[in-house]
């Protein structure tokens, strides 16, 4: 799925604007990164996000799953998926969506949009610091 434009990766799944996005995080939504640790490393992490390897999704997210991460409570769990753009948030986005999972967004823009959206500066070192 890296061959796709833009446009096809955000319409695999919902997708919502970072302001929304944000708003469904501080109302309780999951927020979930599933960029890899060279880009987390790069460019810094999001506060209260769970990293989740995009090639072990049903592992990881599935209720059932031994391996699970703890948040995802069941298949009603709200959950905000964020990527370096869309083009790895949409498909992730989509196989949640797939297996079962029934309030999964993905945000327009990806980490990049969140971050300016949300005024919070990003270290390197993935330390928040206030803008």
Known sequence: MTDLTLDEAAALAPIQTPDAAIAKVAAGAVLVDVRGAEGRARDGVIDGAIFGDRYNIPAEFLPDSATKHPEIVDLDTPIVVVCGSVRGSGPVAAELVELGFRNVTHVEGGFPAWQ????????????????
């Not at 300016?116 to 803008?131: L, N, R, T």
């Open 116 to 131: 300016e959206a949300s005024g919070v500066a990003v270290s390197g070192d993935g330390e928040a610091c206030a803008v």
